[in-house]
């Protein structure tokens, strides 16, 4: 027993989960002036958060949790020679040059809910009534929750409202424990704002979640579902779950509480992932959803399985394939863009199979 908690602290210190780097600010020194001909987007984050307000403005928000929701919108850049899936960051010593680099330019604080909604609504109004909802996973800083919903967005060509809900992960490979609580800890937030979300003017609310993000995800629909509002009046939309770090049983579990969704939901693994081979590790050998090899198992839960063990993957432990493989983000772009029925919804999940094959 001794053997193996050594052995998985190692490999605890050897792999960076979902963020994959040390926390930096948000918030830079001031922005190089840079000619609109050299940015490839400009988009606002909307974000609810389970995480503390940070003393260090930079930051805005840290790994300390909090006990009520707070709200932000940050307004980001893509830089022009930005390629998809990637996340062109700024190192250490670089000047905040826009033209190169994702840049967030401002952050706007709410002090309470009515005001935060209100800026919501405008903006989804604006964008003809579509939410996209984040929930990122384990081992997140602020900073690249805000710069990977981002990237989604872009690369995906998303024409709704980015919302990030974003839970206070500690953003350290050691801090899995904690993370795995803080997500427990904000599964009733994250279920405040969808219901929020929904009082917004929102006639369609999709949810992409990856890794633990799946699992305080999960829950939420869960809770929605024991009071009688599983696809919250109608405005659920596809439900993406991407390498999902839940028990598989744990999982059963939740789909048999929820029951079979009217739209199945997009279930994306892949048994090559190392990220959630120490999960599965940690949690006594047990198999995760996201590299689980039975799909056909998980099928029968009314959930559509997609297998991207042979599809190329730009981050060394194969866990964010969702988001970094180009074709693939854009194919999940095209399938959230589709309004018009199940039929049209099927065909393009049937394209991102067949990428996986």
């Known amino acids: 027993m001794r053997l193996k908690t050594i052995c998985i602290l190692a490999l605890a210190l050897l792999v960076a989960g979902c963020g994959g780097r040390k926390t930096e600010e948000l918030l830079g020194s001031a922005v190089m002036s840079t000619p609109v001909t050299e ?27 909090s006990a009520t929701l707070n709200y932000a ?15 062109e ?15 967030a330019s ?4 709410y002090d309470t809910q009515p005001k935060f909604s209100s800026a919501l609504s405008a903006d989804i109004a604006a964008r003809g009534g579509r939410v996209m909802l984040f929930v990122h996973g384990y081992n997140t800083g602020f900073d690249d929750a805000v710069y990977r919903l981002t990237q989604i967005a872009h690369d995906s060509g998303y024409p709704g409202t980015p919302v990030l809900f974003s839970w206070a992960s500690g953003a350290k490979t050691t801090d899995y424990v904690y993370d ?12 405040v704002t969808l219901r929020m979300l929904a009082q917004t003017g929102a ?5 992409v979640a990856h890794s633990m993000g799946t699992w305080v995800t999960m829950e939420a629909l869960r809770q929605l579902a024991i009071t009688g509002d599983r696809d919250l009046g109608g405005r659920l939309g596809d439900v993406v779950l991407a390498s999902p770090d839940i028990d598989v049983d744990v999982f059963k579990s939740q789909m048999r509480r929820y029951g079979k969704p009217d739209k199945p939901f997009i279930l994306l693994l892949s048994d090559d992932d190392r990220a959630l081979r120490l999960s599965g590790l940690i949690a006594g050998s047990r198999p995760r959803v996201g590299d689980y090899k039975d799909a056909a198992d998980l099928a029968t839960y009314g959930v559509s399985v997609v297998d991207l063990s042979s599809v190329k993957g730009s981050d060394r432990f194969n866990h964010t394939k969702f988001a970094d493989n180009p074709e693939l983000v854009k194919m999940i772009g095209q399938r ?19 990428l996986g094959q």
Not at 73 to 87: A, E, F, K, W
Not at 203 to 207: A, M
Not at 336 to 354: C, M, N, P, W, Y
């Open 89 to 103: 960051r700024r190192s250490r010593g670089k000047s905040d040059d826009p033209a190169k680099y994702f840049m």
């Open 73 to 87: 919108r940050v307004n980001v850049t893509v830089p022009g020679i930005h390629q998809p899936g990637q996340i």
């Open 106 to 109: 401002e952050v706007v604080g």
């Open 39 to 65: 940015i490839a987007g400009n988009h606002s984050i909307f974000i609810a958060t389970t995480r503390k307000r940070s003393d260090d403005p930079n930051k805005v928000f840290d790994g300390e949790r």
């Open 203 to 207: 006639r369609r609310i999709d949810i």
């Open 180 to 191: 795995k609580e803080s997500a427990s800890a904000a599964r009733d937030q994250l279920e």
């Open 336 to 354: 959230l863009r589709e309004d018009d029925g199940f039929a049209s919804d099927q065909t393009v999940t049937d394209r991102i199979s067949q």
